[in-house]
Structure formats: C-alpha cells, structure tokens
Nanobody, 121 residues
C-alpha cells in the first residue's frame, strides 16, 4: 500500500498563491505517476495535474499556465504550486498515485484525504 498525506491548503485571496504538498509512504514512490485532483461542493472530482515518474507533466486547461506540479522522488514528495488563484479554484485538493499513467480519477489506486483550498474575493 501507499499512504498519501496532503498539506498546504488554506484561505487565500484571489490572485494569490499556495503550494500544496503530498507526502508519500509505504511502497516505493518513484515508479508511480502522481496526480492532483480537486472536488468542489456539488461537483464531480476533476483532474488538475499529473506528473510521471520521469517528470513529464500534464495539466487541465483550467489551470494551465497558473499551476505547476513537481516531485522530489528522493524525498517522496509531490507538490502543486498554485499561482493567480481564482474563486473557481476553491475545492478540496487530493493527491493520488498510480503505476499506470492516467488523467482519470477512477483509475488511480491511492488517494490522500485531501486539503481544503478556499479562494476569496
């Protein structure tokens, strides 16, 4: 098993920045593709960003140019740098891992419990 714990969420004004962190433990971390997903009240969980074990990244159109996903395999950490935050970015953000790369939430095997990001005007 892989255990994932997110941190770094909070309250931020529109236009501000946050950096989310995901700490992984359990199975060897480095082979996993890691993703960030988010879910707002009343909405489906949606893909935000993905990073492969070798560092290749993908982003949802809604966050492209504003968010950056990164990883430090030596530290078993994944990060999501969020800049120019908008009201619509408000959601619970989840870190997830899978051996087979994917942008589909249902295909991910391991999930953290999420961290709340609230963007205010």
């Amino acid at each position: 098993q892989v255990q994932l714990v997110e941190s770094g969420g909070g309250l931020v004004q529109a236009g501000g920045s946050l950096r989310l962190s995901c700490a992984a433990s359990g199975r060897t971390f480095s082979p996993y593709a890691m993703g960030w997903f988010r879910q707002a009240p009343g909405k489906e969980r949606e893909f935000v960003a993905r990073i492969l074990s070798g560092g290749t990244t993908s982003y949802a159109d809604s966050v492209k140019g504003r968010f950056t996903i990164s990883r430090d395999n030596a530290k078993n950490m994944v990060y999501l740098q969020m800049n120019s935050l908008k009201l619509e970015d408000t959601a619970v953000y989840y870190c997830a891992g899978v051996l087979r790369p994917s942008m589909v939430a249902a295909l991910y095997d391991y999930w953290g419990r999420g961290t709340q990001v609230t963007v205010s005007s």
